[in-house]
């Protein structure tokens, strides 16, 4: 399943509204089929593994990192018949597609072909791995993930605004790998006007993965930004299921105060600037009990001399939802 | 080593002016004599073990955080002829001590007594352990800890004013037990007028070990509180070897822009806040370039829900001393 949810990866922020499926077929302890949701949406993982095992299938064991579709499309049969018909004789799954036409039809329709399934394998991984189209389906919205970079004491910029470089070279370029993995990109216009930031991918081979340009405006037109004037019009953004909010503190307390960040990326630099730029404007906090419970810790690594956290918002939605 | 270490830390914060020293006398992979420093300075680590080790000594091994003392005092023989007397075989230590009556006198002692002679073992952790006596041989005042609470986005209160609790009773527990490492904790004088900080140590069985009370103030008057006018004169403060400052921003600020803190430790609870007070007002920072390389990262560990970091000054004075 592991080797499933890495393939899931390489569709990430490419499948929207598809979920980014990744699966593997095993036979005799060797894999005969790998398959990942290609560009927009299509082939499925399945439908890819399947394609690449040929007749070597039957009574193969296929690894999948979602419920196997039970809908049939104008683009494609259903995964859960392509399985019965070459005969797989085990599927593995991580989580129940949330889609209502298969939301557990797909796993009957294999078992009531005689394949044995089990699921719930990996499944917080898997939730991970698919959050942005989870979110959709559970929120109506993409999945969030907030970027700070800030010094130890929580500026992102000494007060004159001077904020290049607060994080070194490793942890910048593990900002754009970041970005490839999401639809859109989101700023506030103050940041728009500030900094004009390019926000694209500049990692080699990755140039292309450069996500959509959002810009959070009341007023603003643009005809190079999507200019979008609250955080709740996340949900009207086309194709994107997973937004990374880049700054400023106002645009990131807005999305805060409206609760719609499901993850934070913290990265942290070892200096200390003093009366700098704070990370965040007002979210709203009323009493500090009401911050508690709220983030929990779920990665945390070195890049370079500075360090990245994870959060997730707790209870996370995803997380939650049927295995 | 380690355990000559750990007995070290028992007479830390005790000693002041006299470093705490651990020692451990061992013959046949047998303990047969530990001692450390005692409160106020007397008996010497070396002195304890022996007596505890008796006749026995005799032949044994002597591990010894610091080098033994060359110097005859009223207040007792210097260590490196007690080791003599007592026919020791071996002598393992971890530094040369600083002061200039032994500096290397001690192992030339034992060295022409024809005793085996070990140094530089465990040195940079000797060096942490006696932090205080050693910053105060080289630079003539006190080893600085800088301890800051701040929630991610790096507040020590809501705008309120609301700062109980941002850290659980973990982190809390672990700041009573950093106060009793240290022979003096200081405030500002703003601290003082909000909170009517307690500062003591309330862990049991440590409740003795509640350091003296400082406040930082240009103009103060008090009975309860030892008071200097700047962090300069923390040179001046009487048996203080370890100081702990403990806020608020302005005082910690006054501190860093003196480069005066030796030691940071960061408690970071897992919440955002938002539009807070900063953990820090302004240290005088003039370009972000010369924020850099200054501090790194010694020790992180998880406290309940929060953390605590460890950062060291870079370069640091006590671990550039000669070993």
Not at 7 to 10: E, K, N, V
Not at 32 to 37: E, K, L, V
Not at 100 to 106: D, I, S
Not at 266 to 269: G, I, Q, S, T, V
């Given at each position: 399943?592991?080797?499933?949810?890495a393939?899931?990866?390489?569709g990430?922020?490419?499948t929207?509204?598809?979920?980014?499926?990744?699966?593997?077929?095993?036979?005799q302890?060797?894999v005969?089929?790998?398959?990942?949701?290609q560009a927009?949406?299509?082939p499925?993982?399945e439908?890819?593994?399947?394609?690449e095992?040929?007749?070597?299938s039957?009574?193969?064991?296929?690894y999948?990192?979602?419920?196997?579709?039970?809908h049939?499309?104008?683009r494609?049969?259903?995964?859960?018949?392509?399985?019965?018909?070459?005969?797989?004789?085990?599927?593995?799954?991580a989580?129940e597609?949330?889609d209502?036409?298969?939301?557990?039809?797909?796993f009957?329709?294999?078992?009531a072909?005689?394949?044995?399934?089990?699921t719930?394998v990996?499944?917080?991984?898997?939730?991970?791995s698919?959050?942005g189209f989870?979110?959709?389906?559970?929120?109506?919205?993409?999945?969030?993930?907030l970027?700070?970079?800030t010094?130890?004491?929580?500026?992102?910029?000494?007060?004159?605004g001077?904020?290049?470089?607060?994080?070194?070279?490793?942890?910048?370029?593990?900002?754009?790998?970041?970005?490839s993995?999401?639809?859109?990109?989101?700023?506030?216009?103050?940041?728009?006007?500030?900094?004009?930031?390019v926000?694209?991918?500049?990692?080699?081979?990755?140039?292309?993965r450069?996500?959509?340009?959002?810009?959070l405006?009341?007023t603003?037109?643009?005809?190079?930004?999507?200019?979008?004037p609250t955080?709740?019009?996340?949900?009207?953004?086309?194709a994107?299921?997973?937004?990374?909010?880049e700054?400023?503190?106002?645009?990131?307390?807005?999305?805060?105060?409206?609760?719609l960040v499901?993850?934070?990326l913290?990265?942290?630099?070892p200096?200390?600037i003093?009366?700098g730029?704070?990370?965040?404007?007002?979210?709203?906090?009323?009493?500090?009990?009401?911050a508690h419970?709220r983030?929990?810790?779920?990665?945390?690594r070195?890049?370079?001399?500075?360090r990245?956290?994870?959060?997730?918002?707790?209870?996370?939605?995803?997380?939650?939802?049927?295995?």
């Open positions: 399943m592991s080797a499933a949810l393939l899931a990866s390489r990430r922020a490419r929207a509204p598809n979920p980014n499926v990744g699966c593997v077929i095993v036979k302890g060797r005969i089929g790998r398959g990942w949701t927009g949406g299509r499925h993982a439908a890819m593994a399947l394609a095992a040929g007749t070597e039957r009574g193969a064991t296929c999948v990192t979602l419920e196997p579709c039970a049939r499309s104008i494609g049969p259903a995964c859960s018949d392509l399985l019965v018909a070459a005969g797989v004789g085990r599927v593995v799954g989580i597609d949330p209502p036409r298969t939301a557990g039809a797909g009957v329709r294999l078992r072909a005689g394949i044995a399934v089990t719930g990996e499944a917080a991984a898997a939730r991970r698919m959050a989870l979110t959709r389906r559970a929120l109506g919205r993409p999945h969030v993930t970027k700070l970079a010094s130890l004491d929580g500026a992102i910029a000494m007060a004159s001077e904020s290049r470089w607060i994080t070194g070279p490793e942890a910048r370029a593990h900002v754009h790998l970041e970005r993995r999401h639809d859109a990109i989101l700023v506030g216009r103050g940041t728009v006007g500030a900094d004009a930031p926000l694209d991918v500049r990692l080699p081979g990755l140039e292309a450069s996500p959509m340009r959002v810009m405006s009341a603003a037109v643009s005809d190079d930004w999507h200019v979008i955080p709740a019009a996340i949900a009207t953004l086309p994107t299921d997973h937004l990374f909010v700054g400023g503190a106002q645009t990131a307390a807005a999305f805060l105060a409206a609760d499901d993850r934070l913290l990265y942290r630099a200096i200390l003093g009366a730029k704070p990370a965040l404007g007002d979210i709203g906090l009323a009493a500090l009990a009401d419970g983030w929990r810790l779920v990665d945390a070195a890049l370079g001399r500075d990245v956290e994870v959060y997730e918002r707790t209870p996370c939605l995803p997380a939650s939802s049927p295995i």
